[in-house]
């Protein structure tokens, strides 16, 4: 599926996100129905990366994944392949590097890759890359938002941004700290190729599948052992499994 078919890609993508109606010109409603499609319709998945396939950031190998195999991935891949068709579709999009909060600390840049799309005068941060994503666009201006399936807390300094959300328990949890500064797909390869090679990282060590199943936030993980559900922004209820189940409920809640 070359890029540069891009008026079959763009149709075929969203049959995939399941977006039957026409689209029209960039606004702040149809920009929160795509990502809200995209969450429900395309996993959050390792299965490559814990079959030690290789992925790449590149757009030749995430959209031909995403639309014709059917497939979901991880941030470079979502995010990468998400941006490229909301810039068909007219929206100016960056890709923005931001580092994960791991236990109360920083990961590097360039761990993750998100979107910042500008839109009526502002930049809305976009990510469909994330797992437990938020299920709309969230303004990138001080203050708390309403995130779905909870509330979003930004601070910003300069060109940079931080990203807190409001947890069960009653207190803001770091998420994401990030720079408003373009980035390149190219420029997140480098640290891809790191995830998925470097021993002992979570990525290799069992494979998962996560996605949103409604817009109120409502999500089913998949991981050896257990099925977690949600429903809205309630706490997760687990199922412990059998490894012989996997295969049946891989198919079942993520059509992998």
Request: some cysteine; proline content about 5%.
């Amino acid at each position: 599926m070359p890029v540069t078919d891009a008026e079959r890609v763009v149709d075929e993508y969203l049959k995939r996100i399941a977006v039957n109606q026409p689209i029209g010109p960039p606004n702040l409603q149809q920009l929160a129905t795509l990502q809200t499609a995209h969450l429900v319709s395309v996993p959050f998945e390792n299965l490559d990366v814990f079959a030690g396939t290789g992925v790449t950031t590149d757009l030749e190998w995430s959209l031909p994944k995403i639309v014709q195999r059917r497939r979901g991935g991880w941030c470079f891949e979502l995010n990468g392949a998400f941006g490229w068709l909301l810039g068909q579709l007219g929206y100016n999009v960056d890709y923005l590097s931001c580092r994960v909060s791991n236990d109360g600390t920083w990961g590097p840049a360039l761990d993750h890759c998100a979107l910042a799309v500008h839109l009526d005068g502002q930049h809305w941060l976009v990510d469909v890359g994330f797992g437990d994503c938020c299920m709309v666009p969230i303004a990138l201006v001080d203050g708390e938002h309403d995130g779905t399936p909870r509330r979003v807390r930004v601070e910003i300094a300069g060109d940079e941004f931080r990203v807190s959300e409001f947890d069960l328990d009653g207190t803001w949890g770091d998420r994401l700290r990030g720079s408003l500064r373009p980035h390149g797909l190219a420029d997140f390869t480098p640290r891809s190729t790191y995830l998925q090679s470097q021993p002992g990282l979570e990525w290799t060590q069992q494979p998962f599948a996560t996605r949103a199943t409604a817009a109120d936030g409502s999500r089913v993980t998949l991981r050896h052992g257990v099925l977690r559900r949600r429903q809205g922004s309630g706490a997760f209820v687990d199922r412990l499994i059998t490894d012989d189940e996997f295969p049946t409920l891989l198919a079942e809640h993520f059509g992998l």
